[in-house]
């Protein structure tokens, strides 16, 4: 299928927002003050959950073309999906060894909600295609999250009762509630195909709608935010934390949802009417899961736990960031470059490779360095 350059961009905004937060957390200490603690919470809030709404709107997308003009293939594409989970959740638990060995290795991270995400959805899929089925899938992602809150504080007793086992279930992004963001991508990625295809709205006009439901989402946080705080302000401390992870509240989710509506209709906006091209921002989000583990590997073992930067001035930090993404820029380049290479070769063929294809392409020889850290470090800490 075709790749809608607008979503890539989008994809490569929520990699910049990663970025963003996750270099403040790394090369800025305590010493920044409330700036930083209210940069790390807000780009926190955009990063992954574009990312997991992504996943499904994508999924979504392409089982739906692939119904409506080779339905006998959606067996094996559904197939696909669930091997492709299967890899992205495996690949969670090396991120966990190779990058973080001071936490549990079996920790959840935004990449085991992915895998499970994508696997979870391949029923829906197929649900979606029919009208009853369609209001079960409209219904999936905020059932899905309310649930969590209802026995939030039973959750919480529990996770502080079991705080060996309980990050198996329940850490850094974890899949219950943050698979409610893949299952809300369901429903718009089958209508980007069926209502063009079926004469329902244009792309423009569905454009259109989502900018007016976003502004309707944030409209209705700062009404519901101003009766119950009296205030607009919103941040950890007023939402939930589970495992010292953050979880939205109800109201802030209205805040990021409305946000995500008016990032999707500027992107579109952006690229596809006016034609601004912002190849390096494609770039990013063609190579998403690849710099999702490098910019680890680059931003936090060798810049802060190796060579021990910190940039606590803002304008140092944001020239650095700005260098470091210029980075990522070029090693995506090299990746999608060596991949158009790879495909040319006899027998090659192209298609959508996993990360693990990508970024080995380029695995760094700093890489052997890191495994006989954190091997020590692993089996220090579980023998």
Known sequence: MDRIRFIDGLRGLSVIFMVLNHTARWWMNGDMGWSRYYFIYYTLALGVPIWLFLVGFSLSLSFTKTALLHPTAIYSK????????????????ALNILIFPEDPWYGTTALHTIGLGMIASAPLL???????GRILVLAASPLFYLSFIGVYPELYQWVTNHPKASPALFFDFAPWPWMAAVFFGLIPGWLWIIGPYKGWFECSQAIR?????????????????WIENQSLVVDFRSDLLLNNHWIPKPITTLLMYGT????????????????IRLEWLMILGKTTFSIFFIH??????????????????WLVFVLAVLSFIVLLVSIGQLILQAKASRAKQPGGHVQNKLFVS????????CLVKLLKYNKMMFWHKYR
């Open 126 to 132: 197929f649900i979606l295609q029919h009208p009853l």
């Open 260 to 275: 995500f509506c008016l990032l999707f209709s500027v992107l579109y906006w952006i690229v596809e009417i006016q034609q």
């Open 358 to 365: 990508e970024i080995t392409i380029l695995l760094p020889d």
């Open 209 to 225: 709608f989502t900018t007016i439901l976003g502004i309707v989402l944030i409209v209705m946080f700062i009404v519901l935010q």
């Open 296 to 313: 680890h590997l680059i931003g936090l073992i060798i810049a802060k736990r190796w060579l021990g930067i910190y940039f606590n001035h």
């Open 78 to 93: 559904t197939f696909r999906y669930i091997r492709r989970g299967l890899m992205i959740i495996l690949s969670g638990y």
